[in-house]
């Protein structure tokens, strides 16, 4: 069987990708800010004109369809970078971007971001490469909520969340980001129920625990077996 697109590899914080000069060039073009919990950073609609990278804290982007339903489309937290595609493009922002905790971010122009690219052609590729992944990413999303159930897609954003922004613990990895489960149901479409049934599900086979604002994974190597089955 396929492995689904929550068992290969996703993409990567964006500081990640770059080389220690590209870094410094992209920092010293912007000012370091700080955020407060609920805090809306963009909103939908609004013209281009800034954009963030991520140092500390945690941030949801999210988007209303014309029938005035709220999806969550992604979660963001250190090393990310957001906006680039409203600021390469010059286009109005596509979604909503609010602070899920305190966030420590560096806010610069969209122009001195391009300039900046123009300075650095590694960092220019490694720009197109990083959007490229998240359209990819945001591609296969489509085409595996397309066909699988509920279950199925909260393991696949579990692991997904665990490999990307998980920290090794004593017990396993930890996520950290307070995520209600509403929001984990938003964020790949399916109820605050089936959510909780497959949360509970996973508890008892020893997969993972939760608790405040936390889940621990403790067998990364099962929930990655499971999100290949599905």
């Keep these: 069987m396929p492995e689904s697109r929550s068992a290969e590899k996703v993409p990567v914080p964006f500081l990640r990708t770059l080389d220690d ?31 963030l990278i991520v140092h500390d804290g945690w941030l949801k982007v999210t988007a209303v369809s014309r029938s005035g339903r709220e999806a969550l489309l992604a979660i963001r937290g250190p090393g990310d970078i957001i906006g680039e595609l409203s600021a390469v493009d010059g286009r109005s922002r596509g979604a909503t971007v609010r602070t899920f905790t305190t966030v420590r971010a560096t806010l610069l122009s969209s122009e001195r971001f391009l300039l900046a690219m123009a300075e650095l052609p590694d960092l220019s590729l490694a720009v197109m490469r990083h959007i490229a992944a998240n359209l990819r990413d945001a591609d296969a999303k489509r085409t595996e909520y397309g066909g699988s159930s509920g279950h199925e897609r909260i393991i696949g954003m ?31 479409g399916v109820s605050r129920e089936v959510a909780a049934r497959t949360l509970r599900a996973l508890r008892e086979r020893g997969v993972l625990k939760t608790g405040r604002q936390r889940i621990v994974i403790l067998r990364q190597d099962l929930l990655k077996m499971l999100a290949k089955s599905v």
């Design 21 to 51: 000069e590209a870094l410094r060039v992209l920092i010293s073009a912007g000012g370091t800010r700080d955020y407060g919990v609920g805090d809306t950073l963009f909103h939908q609609g609004d013209p281009s004109r800034h954009l």
């Design 158 to 188: 579990l692991l997904e969340l665990s490999t990307r922004y998980g920290k090794a613990v004593a017990d396993g990895r930890v996520i950290s980001i307070p995520l209600a489960q509403r929001e984990l149901a938003a964020a790949v």
